[in-house]
């Protein structure tokens, strides 16, 4: 097994996991994500993210799920919000990768702050 320590653009059979700051939710630019396109299913995709924080992560296919329309890459979208979180990547070498996001608490309690 590979540990990696950020992001892999086109690896469709890695994991990752992320810890996420307080009320990420809310700092999100959805403006940002559509650039401008009238048509993006912003619905579909914030419902996406809310259900992404409530379970704690999501498989990639799971993802696929959410854009209905299939014209975005709403997979694209989310791994680009969350690569600043990212505190570790792993290789599965499997066809699906999952995100997980950590407990924040006891990632800060385990560093000791």
Not at 4 to 23: D, I, Q
Not at 71 to 83: A, E, K, S, T, V
Not at 90 to 109: L, N, P
Request: charged share 35%; proline share 3%; hydrophobic share 35%.
């Amino acid at each position: 097994m590979k540990i990696r320590a950020g992001f892999v653009s086109n690896s469709s059979s890695s994991s990752f996991v992320v810890v996420l700051p307080e009320n990420w939710l809310e700092s999100v630019d959805y403006e940002k994500i559509t650039d401008g396109d009238e048509d993006f299913p912003l619905d579909d995709f914030k419902r996406l993210l809310n259900d992404f924080v409530r379970d704690g992560g999501m498989w990639d296919e799971e993802i696929y799920e959410y854009d209905r329309e299939g014209d975005y890459d709403f997979r694209d979208h989310l791994r680009d919000l969350i690569d600043p979180y990212i505190i570790a990547g792993i290789d599965t070498s499997s066809d699906a990768g999952q995100i997980s996001i950590a407990d924040r608490a006891k990632v800060m309690k385990a560093l000791g702050l």
